[in-house]
């Protein structure tokens, strides 16, 4: 039976949104100082089943058509974790970390060969404290909590893009990883935190792939987390792993929802309302995904 996660043509809607998006791509303002500093982005990034939901690939386009196009993306994933902080491999065309199993091998070819990332490299590295140095890869490449979500949100792949590692469960800490971070947005850099605001793999059941029910502990986990990011409320969003309904099934493991921590911090002020760009869900998990103030 055809699905999101079996489509009849493997990322077929990736293919029709691609020729209506790269016009506009290459149309896209680029960032100047006068624009102001950027927003931070917390985006739930999906998997390779992204590229089959044609709606979800238009809302993250629009999003990145929303704002100035970027100097460089700076995007910390959900899918490595590593302390201390580490780099990604910088150099031109780094290659693409294939992160998943089981679905149709086109998924595993597809290319996201972004421009070289080195200055970036370099500025991340120099934020750092010294006693906190990071380490920088010279072949670990983009995976895919990085470059699916950028290949709807800038497809013509010509952004430098550097990822950085989640070094820490600790919502404290990757505040102030965060807050380190922010001072790039006023040079044009793009801070990203990639997850999914819900993600309960284990407990994925047909209803939900083939009939799109969403269970209680991802609907009511997703208006938790509404509510506390509609009220900058940084305090309850922390004391997740006791105050959110729908624990654990919402976040088994918490890689997916702790990057938002990274994000908020990098907002400048993790106090404050975000504005929520888009919400809904996939296979019944929240796609929910939000901006920073400027």
């Known amino acids: 039976m055809a699905s999101i996660l079996n489509p009849e043509i493997p990322a077929g809607a990736y293919d029709e949104f691609l020729p209506g998006a790269l016009p506009a791509a290459r149309a896209q303002h680029d960032w100047t100082p006068a624009d102001g500093p950027l927003p931070a982005l917390y985006i739930s990034h999906g998997a390779p089943p992204l590229f089959d939901d044609g709606p979800w690939l238009r809302e993250l386009f629009g999003w990145a058509q929303s704002l100035p196009k970027p100097k460089s ?3 910390v994933s959900a899918h490595w974790e590593a302390a201390p902080p580490a ?3 910088s150099a031109a065309h780094t290659p693409l970390v294939y992160d998943f199993g089981g679905f149709h091998r086109r998924y595993y070819t597809m290319r996201y060969d972004t421009p070289d990332a080195s200055a970036l490299a370099r ?15 010279r072949s670990r490449g983009l995976d895919h909590g ?3 979500p950028l290949m709807a949100m800038y497809p013509l792949a010509d952004i430098p893009v550097l990822q950085l590692s989640l070094p820490s469960h600790d919502p404290d800490l990757l505040l102030r990883l965060g807050a380190r971070l922010a001072p790039l947005r006023e040079e044009g850099v793009l801070v990203i935190g990639s997850g999914f605001m819900t993600h309960g793999l284990p407990f994925v059941t047909p209803e939900m792939i083939h009939k799109g029910v969403v269970p209680a502990w991802s609907s009511e986990f997703d208006a938790w987390a509404a509510d506390a990011l509609a009220r900058g409320d940084v305090g309850e969003l922390a004391a997740y792993r006791t105050r959110a309904p ?11 929802y702790i990057p938002l921590f990274i994000t908020l911090g990098a907002g400048g002020r993790a106090d404050q309302p975000v504005t929520t ?6 296979i019944g ?7 920073t103030p400027a």
């Open 285 to 291: 998990f929240s796609k929910r995904s939000f901006q």
């Open 87 to 89: 780099l990604s491999a």
């Open 277 to 282: 760009v888009i919400e809904g869900y996939m």
């Open 73 to 75: 993306v700076l995007i």
């Open 123 to 137: 500025r991340v590295a120099a934020m750092m404290p010294d006693r906190e140095p990071v380490h920088q890869h």
């Open 246 to 256: 729908g624990m654990p099934y919402a976040h088994p493991t918490v890689d997916h």
């Open 146 to 148: 990085a470059w699916v």
